[in-house]
């Protein structure tokens, strides 16, 4: 009997990816998919299976549909649902998260289904003996650290820049707990800021750097273009250009999790998914720079706007990014020596001025995710999630 593997968060970014990848080595997936107003979960599943394959123009294994919420106790689970759960899966990659930053209190996400969430998964697991645990983490459960971070590092006395992280530090204090009590195998995966498809530029979510690259197409919308046939941003940055930034694909990641994932010997143990080169906030801006036809903005350093006196435009900016600034000024540098040794044939691709090029062309064309429209199964019409 095929013993299947339960994945959450299959209709998410990630999540479609590894379902991809899992299905083309032939692992058989139960994909736990909450329904939503206008799609059954099973239409939500089928949208993304369907689309997989189109893209590569061949059949791919069909996925059983499981509906469910992880934020509802016993993730919502009718009584037969629980009991096939029991019976076909034996291991769970547990990917499914909010990207909220803030949340009001602990009844709102992101701790509703960062940190409840992964309870709920952690209880059924328990009841139903799922005792192989992959764990979608984040490397930003290191806090805010200014030393090199270790794989092995875990609760070292850090402050969190935003209720994100402090939920997913939260989270995967829960599962460490869960290994040390009954849990036979914990594999923890933390990726950095995941981005778009090194190929293809693909994303279905439009956070992080792409706040910074539809804050620019907006203004351009507006801003006349000057005789030298560009727009002019009177923008001064707080950075120096220098700043690195752990911008990782989709698509890699996805690879790495599947590998490690189908070698079990490499279980129970901790990746740190995150770039060889970073990104630098110069490359950024010499991408959006050329892409949008501008010039004006300056990279005056930290202490740029210390007196305040900011024009229209740099009010809107810095309003419009307030939330990721504190990445943006630095992030942390992670030690890789696990991906190294387990996936020295994945080497992680190099976030460039073409790859970054191909998202753009993605988000503009897509219009920030505001463009999707139904996407046609079978005889019905479907919204992709």
């Known amino acids: 009997m095929h013993r299947y593997c339960l994945l959450t968060g299959a209709t998410g970014l990630l999540g479609r990816y590894l379902l991809r990848d899992l299905l083309l080595h032939e692992i058989p997936i139960a994909a736990l998919v909450r329904a939503e107003r206008r799609c059954s979960a099973e239409q939500r599943l089928d949208v993304v299976h369907s689309y997989w394959e189109r893209e590569l123009k061949r059949r791919l294994p069909r996925p059983v549909c499981i509906e469910g919420e992880i934020t509802h106790p016993d993730l919502g689970l009718s009584s037969a649902a629980r009991a096939w759960i029991g019976e076909h899966c ?35 697991c328990r009841a139903t003996n799922i005792r192989n645990f992959h ?18 590092d875990f609760d070292c006395g850090q402050t969190f820049r935003n209720d994100y992280e402090h939920a997913k530090f939260e989270a995967e204090k829960r599962v460490r707990r869960a290994a040390a009590e009954w849990i036979d195998r914990l594999t923890v995966y933390r990726p950095g800021v995941i981005v778009g498809d090194s190929r293809t530029g693909y994303t279905s979510t439009y956070h992080g750097a792409y706040a910074y690259f539809q804050f620019a197409w907006l203004l351009v919308q507006y801003l006349p273009k000057g005789s030298d046939g560009l727009h002019f941003l009177p923008i001064r940055f707080n950075l120096t250009g220098a700043e690195t930034h752990n911008f990782v694909p989709v698509d890699w990641v996805s690879a790495c999790v599947t590998h490690l994932f189908r070698h079990p010997e490499h279980h129970g143990r901790t990746y740190h998914l995150t770039p060889t080169v970073m990104t630098t906030s110069r490359m950024l801006y010499d991408v959006m720079s050329e892409y949008f036809q501008f010039r004006g903005p300056t990279f005056d350093g930290p202490g740029a706007l210390a007196a305040g006196d900011l024009n229209e435009i740099e009010k809107s900016f810095y309003e419009y990014v307030d939330r990721y600034q504190t990445y943006w000024l630095q ?26 090029t191909r998202m753009l062309d993605v988000a503009v064309k897509d219009n920030w995710g505001k463009k999707a429209k139904g996407v046609k199964v079978g005889d019905r019409q479907e919204m992709p999630s």
């Not at 996400?109 to 209880?123: F, Q």
């Not at 764990?135 to 092995?152: F, H, I, K, N, W």
Request: aromatic letters at 8%; hydrophobic letters at 40%.
């Open 331 to 356: 992030e942390p540098v992670f030690s890789r020596r696990n991906v190294e040794r387990a996936l020295p044939h994945l080497p992680a691709p190099t976030i460039d001025f073409a790859s970054l």
């Open 135 to 152: 764990y979608m983490s984040t490397a930003y459960v290191c806090g805010q650290r200014d030393t090199p971070v270790l794989e092995e």
């Open 90 to 124: 034996s291991s769970i990659i547990h990917n499914a998260a909010s990207l909220t930053f803030w949340g009001k209190d602990r009844s709102a996400d992101p701790w509703l289904s960062n940190l409840t969430g992964t309870e709920n998964v952690l209880a059924l």
